[in-house]
């Protein structure tokens, strides 16, 4: 199966509110590799490859969010796969 990446940044009130945590269950369950990070802007930024079909379900869970969150915009852009990531983790 073909891996494809995708650069995710979200806007609203997701940070504070459990969105990275949210995002690496959802990254986890669906097998995708990458990383979350808050970013000083208030804006989340993702990084994730994986499975195309993985990675839209994701690009779906994001743009709901955990409960407290409120998504206001996300910016999706598709990038070339590296295969850099081991796991799915927060960066700091």
């Keep these: 199966m073909d891996k494809k990446r995708v ?4 806007s609203g009130r997701v940070q504070g509110v459990g969105f ?3 995002t ?3 990254a986890k369950d669906l097998n995708l ?3 979350v990070k808050n970013l000083p802007n208030g804006r989340v930024e993702i990084v994730a490859e994986g499975d195309a079909e993985s990675l839209a379900r994701l690009i ?3 743009r ?3 409960r407290l969150a409120r998504v206001d915009n996300i910016e999706v852009k598709w990038e070339t796969p590296t295969g ?9």
């Design 7 to 10: 650069h995710i940044y979200v």
């Design 20 to 22: 990275r945590f949210f």
């Design 24 to 26: 690496i269950r959802v």
């Design 33 to 35: 590799k990458g990383f």
């Design 60 to 62: 779906e869970a994001v």
């Design 64 to 66: 709901r969010g955990p």
């Design 84 to 92: 850099e990531f081991k796991g799915f983790y927060i960066e700091w």
